[in-house]
């Protein structure tokens, strides 16, 4: 009897592996098939014809574009026309990225642009977990930079329409990957409370240390950085 119980839970435990990874390589596959369609520029005839027909998505909803909204676009704020300027018609994802924010309001949102700035290389590295956690703990630090509140939702939103728009083959199987990913993301990102906290703490540290003391910490650090990572010095050698 034993040995049967000891059967089937190995059996349930593999069954259910099996349909994790199944599951999530497909979400993955999904998400890097959208992201290199995304950004591939494309003609400006089809984005005109995609901003006709384009929708932007809230959540479960759709919303869409409207001559009040290109309007909008037009006469968006001072700040997002410095952030802005040049934008004509999108041809790339960033593009296309700005125009929406625009569209949808968020164009004073300048922690979206910060995100932006990182997103491919968070999107590129999907599929290597220990290398996502290091974008996004390097997204978590650039966050800092930005003292008012941050909607990750927001960006979501706007990611999801940008995406839409872009990716001619479009699918719910997309759709689906891709709130999942960003619901990922959210988690594996350090809290800025958090890490504003440890940086009051390193500078007060910092700043008692005498210069010998300080210079000798300085070291241990590089020589154990270069153990961990040996290709590091090399790079800074050639640079």
């Known amino acids: 009897d034993a040995r049967k119980c000891l059967?089937?839970?190995?059996?349930?435990?593999?069954?259910a592996l099996l349909y994790t990874n199944s599951i999530f390589a497909t979400?993955?596959?999904?998400?890097?098939?959208?992201?290199?369609?995304?950004?591939?520029?494309?003609?400006?005839?089809?984005?005109?014809?995609?901003e006709k027909s384009l929708e932007v998505g809230e959540t479960s909803g759709k919303l869409k574009m409207e001559d009040a909204a290109k309007e909008k676009f037009r006469d968006f704020s001072k700040a997002a026309k410095r952030r802005r300027k040049g934008l004509n018609v999108p041809k790339s994802?960033?593009?296309?990225?700005?125009?929406?924010?625009?569209?949808?309001?968020y164009e004073d949102s300048e922690w979206m642009d910060l995100i932006l700035d990182q997103f491919d290389a968070i999107a590129s590295n999907v599929d290597q977990?220990?290398?996502?956690?290091?974008?996004?703990?390097?997204?978590s630090l650039v966050l800092t930079k930005y003292m008012n509140k941050i909607t990750y939702s927001e960006?979501?939103?706007?990611?999801?329409?940008?995406?839409r728009s872009l990716v001619k083959d479009w699918n719910s199987g997309m759709d689906v990957a891709w709130n999942w990913f960003w619901?990922?993301?959210?988690?594996?990102?350090?809290?800025?409370?958090?890490?504003?906290?440890?940086?009051?703490?390193?500078?007060?540290?910092?700043?008692s240390l005498d210069e010998k003391t300080f210079q000798l910490l300085r070291k241990a650090l590089f020589e154990n950085f270069f153990v961990s990572l040996p290709a590091a010095e090399e790079y800074l050698k050639t640079s």
């Open 7 to 15: 059967n089937i839970i190995l059996n349930y435990i593999a069954g």
């Open 27 to 50: 979400r993955v596959k999904a998400i890097q098939k959208s992201w290199r369609q995304a950004n591939k520029k494309v003609d400006e005839a089809e984005l005109i014809d995609e």
């Open 93 to 105: 994802f960033n593009d296309m990225f700005l125009f929406n924010s625009c569209v949808m309001g």
């Open 129 to 139: 977990l220990h290398r996502l956690q290091e974008e996004c703990d390097v997204l």
């Open 155 to 163: 960006f979501k939103v706007v990611l999801l329409a940008t995406l």
């Open 183 to 207: 619901d990922r993301l959210e988690q594996m990102l350090v809290d800025r409370k958090t890490l504003l906290y440890y940086q009051k703490k390193l500078q007060a540290t910092y700043t």
